[in-house]
């Protein structure tokens, strides 16, 4: 069973930064097609960024182009998100996902969109105030 852990959330400033961690566990997969979303209150769920743990640029919604950077550990089988410059709009519970399949950039992209992945994380909370 494939197991999905986030952490690194917290509470900043507008301006400042934080680095989130996905560890995946249980699988027997050796690359993931991976991905961030969030959720603030009261809005939908949103995707953040997506990548291939083999490889390939990564996808960034609009929203946070620039800002954040998706990355991978596959030593660690750890997915990580730096944010930096956050915004209170950028408040919102953080979601890892996964699914093993391979997904270059535009693949990435579309399943982002679509929210097409079989693994999801519990969360972690990250809240910037202004």
């Known amino acids: 069973q494939v197991q999905l852990v986030e952490s690194g959330g917290g509470s900043v400033q507008a301006g400042g930064s934080l680095r989130l961690s996905c560890v995946v566990s249980?699988?027997?997969?050796?690359?993931?097609?991976m991905a961030w979303f969030r959720q603030a209150p009261g809005k939908e769920r949103e995707g953040v960024a997506g990548?291939?743990?083999?490889?390939?640029?990564?996808y960034y919604a609009d929203s946070v182009k620039g800002r954040f950077t998706v990355s991978s550990d596959n030593a660690r089988n750890t997915l990580y998100l730096q944010m930096n410059s956050l915004k209170p709009e950028d408040t919102g519970m953080y979601y890892c996902a996964a699914d093993g399949v391979v997904c270059w950039s535009g693949v990435a992209a579309a399943k982002v969109r679509g929210a097409d992945f079989g693994y999801w994380g519990q969360g972690t909370q990250v809240t910037v105030s202004s």
């Open positions: 249980g699988s027997t997969y050796r690359r993931f097609c």
């Open positions: 990548i291939w743990t083999g490889g390939g640029s990564p």
